[in-house]
């Protein structure tokens, strides 16, 4: 199930509620990997047919824990969690980047918890009460992570979009295996694109911030 | 009176007149210019810089991975909308009624505007737009927006466009149009007859998009009033505030574009496009900044792809390697557009040639530049046929192309190719190693310009307390320029990388070319340098009373220190000795400090298993020069970059068209396979350091345009299948080995 498809059906008939799309938006968590996404896709479309149900309509609040820090918002319900950081947070928190907002580029990969998920695939009313941590949450420019620090180091970045997403990624992967090899590190990436052709260093940049944190 | 003599007149400067590439939506074009013949110092050798031609690490490095860098899509002001475009769902229609009244009435949509064109030639041709307080609702509206449509017949394949009962793209208008003849097409002929052996093949390349990460897009910021500022994703600074100005309805001059950090354009971000027409448009009637994004749909349905080509050749070659003749004839598959593609046989000689060029239409999106415009086509048609050729007449494919290219350059970059992918271990016979995993190597060569252009005026300025800033309103792509600015300023004064910043992507600053071509580095870089030595003299020529008065050219900066005559001041001291307002120098554009013409040659080995037909790529080497490397950490992951894209143009990518329904079937990451970290092979990017040109030349083209070539030849070798369709998928391996023997051979 593709976005477009969604869209065309939605043109085919455009008088329907167009808030009942919330529920394609509606899938919960999502470990980042693309072909888990699909599945949802597919499990989404099912609930689609059920009908939306009147309390959320409007705006909610939510409580967001966000980098260690408490942040509020009114956001629509249907409204995925990657929007809420950059659209409705002020100062917004726009490390976390929306590139395909379907799950299937790995640009807007944050931690819940500690796990990697595609934040434009969980809603923002979902991640109340958990952890979020974002890029800007790893480090900062005097202080960057091990990942951070490699990835600038190797030239693990050229236009940089794609680059938030990888080091996200990469960030959780090494706290869970702090020893991979280079096959791992690839399958640990697999669910992150990068269009200016990074991947060689990237993968490089991953084992030295392993090296160096093991160090 | 004493009558007055008349005054001398300081001669003019010595001109001379040069050509240099000139770079319009992305396309090279080649202009006359005038240029001082007398200049001034020059780069020095490639190998006795202190900070260019090393490895250092991107200047925006730590912002960007820290996600402190803001991009466009970043942007978020008081009060902005949220705009979203409506796009035709039909291959061919017109717009018969547009009714935004339940639209218009959705809480949160403040604006809906029709759009411009009133025939719609392909799916996804935009209809309308709307604003609103959220990308939510903004959605809702186009959704709400009841449009119907009178339906035209389309096409969308070139075979079926061709045909002369096709439906017509253009009413009126043949499909097919002839763009060029060239050569003699009866001693090409003549010539085939004292052939030993003939190739002839149909080739298919695909329709691949940019795909650029950070969608296409703008946010303008007219709240009413007499000026506006725009932030743009965009490779060219300032080729956004004339339109954008003409669509407000404000002076140019009072239209400020900026572009801090940019996620990438590969050839596909000039000027401010539909959707930067409709921000604008939005935006003046809201009296609201208005952001307007293309959604990933949309990226993929208009905002362009590379042009596809459809080529029919055929070459005659004699035994001892020589090739006879090439006829040629190119379809350039732009949709409505013209499409490009470069004219065979490229880059080798072949004798007798006759090539005729067409554009043949469809009902898709214009193709437009996409890097190295027109090139890859070409180069892959070509490099499969000059490997067919080489096969045919039993000779080593590597030695065939020496024999058929006049340029040294070639012949050192295929050895040193050779050598580092291991060419010794290749099976000459195609599909002869054992086993259903074959292993196949091929080689392909490349050529781009990569000159520069006088359009950078650059300023340095001193300041009293030692800062140091560039400023010029260029752009970085993620190629790099922020971080080259910064260090040729930085090794000319003899001091740090962080001891200067810069200031780039702003139309207020100094002018700069659009990035497009392969210019940036060329015509940037000399600007740079010119502004860097301004400034060197300048401040040698205050310093020189604390160092003895030596002539300003005596003066030594280096290791942060000025010196002259055995004396040594720190920067810091030096600096101090400056007006209080510090010193600014302005550096223009020097045609001896860049150069043109690259070459490029890559090699690669593949797996394919071909009981499944799945392709493992397993090592891409591609050698490119370049006169001067400004970074060489930058310019490998370039080179990266481009054998990356041309990887996934060989196996991956491609826009699939409906016939029936007239639209793209794969407008998303989900079905449109771009290359991700498990098709990565082992990649050796590397800098041809036999070129000793002491001038800056652009890279970024040469590099994605023989990988190709070099993929496709592997496959060939690999096992024994000519596919002359890309992309190489497993069913098109699977489908060519049910014709033929190599499974036997197995
Ligand atoms: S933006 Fe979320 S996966 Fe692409
Ligand atoms: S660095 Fe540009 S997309 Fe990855």
């Known amino acids: 199930m593709t976005k477009s498809r969604d869209r065309q059906e939605d043109q085919k008939q455009p008088g329907h509620d167009p808030s009942r799309r919330k529920f394609l938006k509606g899938v919960g968590i999502v470990g980042a990997g693309a072909a888990i996404a699909d599945q949802l896709w597919v499990e989404a479309e099912a609930e689609e047919q059920r009908p939306a149900p009147d309390d959320i309509k409007g705006r909610v609040k939510v409580v967001l824990d966000v980098n260690g820090e408490k942040r509020t918002s009114q956001v629509e319900p249907r409204t995925t969690l990657l929007n809420t950081l950059r659209n409705h947070l002020g100062p917004a928190v726009t490390g976390p980047k929306l590139v395909c907002d379907m799950g299937t580029c790995g640009a807007c990969t944050v931690l819940l918890d500690g796990k990697p998920v595609y934040s434009c695939l969980v809603l923002a009313v979902d991640a109340e009460n958990k952890k979020i941590t974002t890029v800007e949450g790893l480090g900062s420019p005097d202080k960057p992570n091990a990942v951070q620090a490699a990835f600038v180091e190797n030239d693990a970045l050229m236009c940089g979009f794609c680059t938030p997403g990888f080091v996200t990624t990469i960030s959780a992967y090494l706290k869970k295996n702090p020893n991979p090899t280079l096959a791992e590190v690839r399958e640990a990436c697999k669910g992150n694109f990068c269009r200016c052709g990074t991947y060689p260093r990237v993968f490089e940049a991953a084992l030295a911030a392993a090296k160096a944190s093991r160090a | ?746």
């Not at chain 2, 050192?412 to 054992?434: F, H, M």
Request: aromatic content about 6%; some cysteine; proline content about 6%.
């Open chain 2, 1 to 746: 009176m004493q009558q007055q003599q008349p005054q001398p007149q300081p001669s003019p400067k010595p001109k001379k007149k040069i050509r240099v590439p000139r770079v319009v939506n992305g396309v090279e074009q080649m202009v006359e210019i005038e240029v001082d013949e007398d200049t001034g110092p020059g780069w020095g050798p490639n190998d006795k810089h202190t900070l260019l031609n090393h490895k250092i690490t991107r200047v925006d490095g730590p912002k960007k991975v820290t996600g402190m860098a803001l991009y466009t899509y970043d942007m978020r002001l008081p009060g902005m909308l949220y705009g979203r475009i409506l796009r035709c769902p039909h291959g061919h229609a017109r717009v018969t009624k547009l009714d935004t009244e339940a639209a218009s009435k959705l809480p949160g949509v403040k604006a809906i505007i029709q759009g411009p064109l009133t025939e719609l030639r392909f799916a996804g041709a935009p209809v309308a737009a709307v604003a609103a307080t959220t990308p939510e609702i903004a959605g809702d509206a186009l959704r709400a927006i009841k449009v119907t449509y009178e339906v035209l017949p389309h096409v969308v394949h070139a075979t079926d466009a061709i045909r002369p009962d096709a439906p017509k793209v253009v009413a009126e208008e043949n499909n097919l149009q002839e763009k060029a003849k060239n050569g003699d097409l009866q001693k090409a002929e003549t010539a085939f007859a004292t052939a030993d052996a003939i190739v002839e093949g149909e080739y298919f390349s695909q329709r691949v998009h940019h795909a650029c990460l950070e969608t296409h897009g703008m946010v303008v910021d007219y709240r009413g009033g007499d000026s506006a500022s725009i932030y743009a994703s965009t490779q060219g600074t300032f080729t956004i505030p004339g339109d954008a100005a003409k669509e407000l309805g404000l002076e140019q001059s009072k239209v400020i574009a900026s572009v801090e950090h940019m996620g990438g354009g590969f050839g596909s971000k000039f000027g401010i496009g539909i959707e930067g027409m409709f921000a604008c448009r939005l935006s003046k009637q809201t009296k609201s900044p208005v952001k307007l994004m293309l959604t990933r749909y949309d990226e993929f349905v208009m905002a362009g792809n590379r042009s596809g080509s459809w080529q029919k050749l055929k070459a005659g070659v004699k035994n001892d390697g020589t090739i006879v003749a090439l006829t040629a004839r190119q379809y350039r598959l732009g949709g409505i557009g013209q499409g490009s593609q470069a004219g065979q046989p490229y880059i080798y000689r072949m004798g007798d040639t006759y090539r005729e060029v067409y554009a043949l239409h469809t009902n898709e999106d214009s193709s437009i530049a996409m890097r190295a415009p027109g090139h890859p086509q070409a180069s892959f048609a070509i490099e499969s046929l000059v490997d067919e050729l080489a096969y045919k007449i039993k000779m080593d494919p590597v030695a065939f192309r020496k024999k058929n290219l006049r340029d040294e350059v070639y012949h050192r970059q295929l050895d040193r190719g050779a050598k580092e992918i291991g060419w010794s271990r290749r099976n000459p016979v195609a599909g002869g190693n054992p086993g259903p995993l074959k292993r196949g190597m091929g080689c392909a060569v490349g050529t781009w310009g990569g000159g520069g252009n006088n359009q950078c005026k650059v300023d340095v300025t001193i300041l009293q307390d030692g800062a140091v800033y560039v400023a010029v309103g260029t752009q970085d792509l993620g190629t790099g320029t922020r971080t080259y600015t910064r260090a040729i300023v930085a090794e000319e004064l003899g001091i740090g990388m962080n001891d200067v910043e810069e200031h780039i992507g702003n139309s207020k600053l100094g002018a700069a070319n659009p990035s497009g071509g392969s210019t940036t580095a060329p015509s940037l870089s000399p600007s740079v340098k010119d502004a860097a030595i301004k400034a060197r003299m300048m401040m040698a020529e205050r310093v020189a009373p604390l160092l003895g008065n030596p002539k300003p050219e005596e003066v030594v900066f280096s290791g942060g220190n000025v010196s002259a005559n055995g004396r040594s001041i720190t920067w810091k001291q030096a600096a101090a000795a400056l007006p209080a307002a510090g010193i600014t120098s302005h550096g223009v554009w020097r045609a001896d400090l860049q150069a043109r013409g690259v070459h490029g040659v890559s090699f690669a080995e593949v797996e394919v298993d071909i009981e499944t037909g799945f392709i493992r790529p397993i090592k891409m080497v591609h050698i490119q020069d370049g006169g001067l490397p400004l970074n060489r950490l930058t310019m490998e992951s370039q080179i990266n970059g481009g054998m990356i894209q041309s990887l996934g143009m060989a196996f991956y990518e491609g826009r699939v068209m409906d016939a029936q329904l007239g639209m793209q079937l794969n407008p998303g990451f989900g079905d449109y396979k771009l290359p991700g970290s498990l098709e990565m092979p082992e990649m050796v990017p590397i800098i041809d350091d036999d070129d000793k040109r002491e001038a800056v030349i652009g890279i970024a083209e040469g590099c994605i345009i023989p990988p190709l070539g070099a993929l496709v030849n592997a496959v060939f070798n690999a096992t024994g299948l000519r596919i002359r369709d890309l992309p190489i998928t497993p069913d098109k391996i699977l489908m060519g080995l049910m014709n033929t023997t190599v499974i036997s051979r197995g």
